[in-house]
């Protein structure tokens, strides 16, 4: 999760403020949904007028069905 989080920060781009024009400042991130798509929503408050604004990061099926099921290396022996 912590690495979904990283990587999505990395690719962020700051919002404008619609009311005074400048860009908006990083407030905070949060897992919105973890299953069956992850999705990171991305907080910014404007410097100047404090308007606040949303973006969000879906990540795409990056997970994939094992090829084989895992077993026990041992057989329990019935007694």
Do not use: N
């Not at 408050?45 to 084989?68: M, W």
């Amino acid at each position: 999760m912590v690495d979904r989080l990283r990587s999505a920060a990395e690719q962020l781009e700051a919002p404008i403020c619609p009311d005074c024009h400048i860009e908006m400042r990083w407030y905070r991130s949060e897992l919105l949904a973890d299953e069956p798509v992850p999705v990171i929503a991305h907080f910014f408050v404007c410097p100047h007028c404090k308007r606040a604004a949303q973006t969000d990061t879906v990540f795409r099926g990056t997970r994939e069905a094992p090829d084989k099921l895992s077993a026990p290396r041992f057989a329990a022996y019935a007694a």
